[in-house]
């Protein structure tokens, strides 16, 4: 079965402090991988999509990153963290080769605290 | 992406049938329809899924009217465990990235 993990469930951080946040996905290969960003009591905000290992897309302009180096891992970064970078950040894929439009699978999230 | 309208908020006990409606009036040919639902501190998780007519699994039953342009999600006989943010979502099949564009969803609260 598929299973998707993501870590660390919290993190608290110093503001200008580097990011990292690690999503992988086993049990599927060539997954579209997301990032989403939840403020409080807010909807969630697609940050990047991922089609392929090395190709990202960026939904909003911000200060974080994304990377793909592996199949199955998405990678969340940010060189300097700002205060408004605190959030709920969520991990999703889905399987590309599907012909009708099913639903996404969603990480366990990562409750992020900028101080 | 179809843009989506749902309430902010609704209220129900428990034992009671809970009527979630989304418009969505600008839905597309192959777009569908997915509800998910979210707990506080954890990830959405999918609920149902459907096209047209009458969709219904162990969880919900979503029911689509002929245009399309709305739906509406039904929860039987809701319990405390219930309470969650529930969020309507339209997209289609087409293209290969098929992200997800969420609105503020319905906090559903239900009470003893």
């Known amino acids: 079965s598929q299973t998707i993990h993501q870590w660390p469930a919290t993190l608290v951080q110093p503001v200008g402090s580097p990011l990292s946040l690690e999503c992988t996905v086993e049990?599927?290969?060539?997954?579209?991988l997301y990032w989403y960003r939840q403020a409080a009591g807010r909807g969630l905000q697609l940050l990047f999509y991922?089609?392929?290992?090395?190709?990202i897309s960026s939904e909003v302009p911000q200060n974080l990153s994304a990377s793909r180096p592996q199949d199955r891992q998405f990678i969340l970064s940010s060189k300097k963290l700002l205060l408004s970078d605190s959030g709920f950040y969520l991990c999703?894929?889905?399987?590309?080769?599907?012909?009708?439009?099913?639903?996404?699978?969603f990480g366990s999230g990562t409750r992020l605290t900028v101080v | 992406l179809a843009k989506t309208t749902q309430p902010i908020s609704m209220d129900s006990y428990e034992g009671q049938e809970v009527n979630i409606t989304c418009s969505h009036n600008?839905?597309?040919?192959?777009?569908?329809i997915t509800w998910y639902q979210q707990f506080p501190s954890q990830g959405p998780r999918f609920i149902i899924q459907?096209?047209?007519t009458k969709v219904t699994n162990e969880v919900a039953s979503l029911f689509i009217p002929a245009d399309r342009k709305s739906s509406t999600l039904s929860l039987p006989r809701v319990s405390l465990s219930d309470t969650a943010v529930y969020y309507c979502?339209?997209?289609?099949?087409?293209?290969?990235?098929?992200?997800?564009?969420f609105g503020s969803g319905t906090q559903l609260t239900v009470l003893p």
């Open positions: 999703a894929w889905r399987n590309r080769g599907d012909l009708y439009w099913d639903g996404y699978t």
């Open positions: 049990g599927t290969s060539n997954p579209n």
């Open positions: 991922s089609v392929g290992i090395g190709q």
């Open positions: 600008n839905i597309a040919t192959n777009d569908y």
């Open positions: 459907g096209y047209k």
């Open positions: 979502l339209v997209g289609d099949h087409s293209g290969s990235a098929r992200q997800l564009t």
